[in-house]
């Protein structure tokens, strides 16, 4: 399993837009068949300062997903009412059963 954090810290004017795009990406992206988990979260302590959870089964559904219409949307969207470049870290974990 693979996990990425994605931060993203957003221009307060384009809150809402961000927001929107937010919502759409995850819901499309949680009916990927790779995804395991999609989510994503605002830092209470520090306002338009959210972080993406995704978990994914592999590197390619990550391949994948970078590949849909949804995720180039939302990139292409979002980019230009960011406040500093997004920051994506990726983990390699395994599952204990």
Request: glycine letters at 2%; a negative charge.
């Amino acid at each position: 399993m693979i996990i990425i954090h994605a931060n993203i810290k957003v221009n307060e004017p384009y809150r809402e837009i961000f927001l929107e795009e937010a919502r759409l990406v995850t819901k499309q992206s949680q009916a990927e068949s790779g995804n395991i988990s999609y989510q994503y979260y605002e830092n209470p302590e520090e306002v338009n300062s959210f972080i993406f959870v995704e978990k994914w089964n592999d590197e390619e559904a990550i391949q994948l997903h970078e590949e849909t219409s949804h995720f180039k949307r939302f990139i292409n969207v979002v980019e230009p009412i960011v406040a500093e470049p997004i920051h994506a870290e990726l983990f390699e974990a395994s599952i204990k059963r």
